[in-house]
């Protein structure tokens, strides 16, 4: 099975800010990633697909980029509605979903 | 517009099926792979399994011996039942419908909690 280790686990930023989140795979996953915003109490939802393509209606504050086992997602000028849990989840070989990253505000 | 709505009992007991139906609408079963996922507090997001556009399905091999993920397309429905469970089963259960392999929408999830 293929292992995913997101960091940091929480992280706490500035509105206006840059925040970047990291994923780890166990092996390469060929671009074979996509990441999720979860809000408390809601589902996850999808902000991005095969690494970096930017799913309908997402924001371009958000991006993705990586290859092989490294990925990461960032997020430009930090707004309050961006405060949420993200997760990186692999599908190069079904599916596995990473810790999640709890992102507050300072 | 695409919607998904799980429906399942809020409690079941150790030992127990647990059996969640997820309603779909906006899109037909025959066209897209559903997906189940759930979230514990133990071990977050965990993939459950999924059946295909033509109906077949396949698991995770963690719940493979008490998973089952059928449907009925005439009346966009997809269902998954679990045996045997455990108080570690307690958790949000989702159906999500696949895009390429990414899941593009989710339903709302239900709360299941497993106790006497």
Same mark, same amino acid.
């Given at each position: 099975d293929i292992q995913m280790t997101q960091s940091p686990a929480s992280l706490s930023a500035s509105l206006g800010e840059t925040v970047t989140i990291e994923c780890r795979a166990s092996?390469?996953? !060929? =671009?074979?990633l996509a990441w999720y915003q979860q809000k408390p109490g809601k589902s996850p939802q999808l902000l991005i !697909? =095969?690494?970096?393509s930017l799913h309908t209606?997402?924001?371009?504050?958000f991006s993705g980029s990586g290859s092989g086992t490294q990925y990461s997602l960032k997020i430009n000028s930090?707004?309050?509605?961006?405060v949420a849990s993200y997760f990186c989840q692999q599908y190069y070989n079904y599916w596995t979903f990473g810790g999640g990253t709890k992102l507050e505000l300072k | 517009q695409v919607q998904l709505k799980e429906t399942g009992p809020g409690l079941v007991q150790p030992t127990q099926t647990l059996s969640i139906t997820c309603t779909v609408s906006g899109f037909s079963l025959t066209s897209y792979y559903m997906q189940w996922v759930r979230q514990t507090p133990g071990k977050g997001l965990e993939w459950m399994g999924f059946i295909r556009s033509g109906g077949s399905t396949e698991y995770n091999s963690e719940f493979k011996s008490r998973l089952s993920i059928s449907r009925d397309t005439s009346k966009n429905q997809v269902f998954l039942k679990m045996n045997s469970?455990?108080?570690?089963?307690?958790g949000v259960y989702y159906c999500a419908r696949d895009r390429y392999n990414s899941f593009d929408y989710w339903g709302q999830g239900v709360m299941v909690t497993v106790s006497s």
């Open positions: 092996e390469d996953i !060929y =671009n074979g !697909y =095969n690494a970096n209606g997402v924001p371009s504050r930090l707004q309050s509605e961006d | 469970l455990k108080t570690e089963d307690t």
